[in-house]
């Protein structure tokens, strides 16, 4: 919060909108689908639905996202793509400040007019690419396979 009142205080336009339990989805649907960037969670290193649904609505999103995984396991395919402008607690007032300036000057602009959030978003969270992969794993498993051998089969093309 101190990041984006200093923002504030040097003449960005920014509105924040805090998510609330009791507000309804469609609402917070529309404020992102009337904004310019969203910024999804700065602490935790993993991207959440607020993350999912400004990718589908094309919006550039500013999330804090640990690429790495527990005990050297390779980095999961769909982190390798993931077109999020990360940071974290230690560089947000940066990059956000950066993000904004690129947004202002129309160097995003080509992103979005490209759809690439939008894409990524429907390759991985669309309800048919979730039940394709489902129905490849689901039938993997019957046949006796572990889930890391299923894994690898899937995203090591």
């Known amino acids: 919060l101190q990041s984006i009142n200093r923002l504030i205080k040097e003449g960005y336009d920014i509105e924040l909108i805090h998510f609330d339990k ?5 609402k917070y649907i529309k404020f992102m689908n009337n904004s310019h960037l969203v910024v999804d969670q700065i602490n935790y290193g993993r991207y959440g639905s607020t993350t999912r649904e400004a990718l589908m ?3 550039p999103v500013v999330c804090n996202l640990s690429k790495s ?20 607690e230690n560089n947000f007032y940066k990059i956000l400040k950066n993000t904004i300036e690129s947004i202002y000057s ?23 690419s979730c039940a394709e992969r489902f129905e490849i794993v689901y039938d993997k498993l019957q046949e006796g396979k572990f ?11």
Request: one cysteine or more; proline letters at 6%; hydrophobic letters at 30%.
């Open 106 to 128: 129309g160097k995003i602009n080509e992103k979005i007019k490209n759809n690439v959030y939008r894409d990524y978003a429907l390759k991985w969270f669309s309800a048919d």
């Open 22 to 26: 009791n507000i309804p989805n469609k």
């Open 69 to 88: 995984e527990p005990n050297n396991f390779r980095t999961l395919e769909s982190f390798s793509s993931i077109p999020i402008i990360s940071c974290n």
């Open 147 to 157: 889930p890391r051998e299923i894994e690898k089969e899937m995203f090591n093309k």
């Open 57 to 59: 609505l094309n919006k």
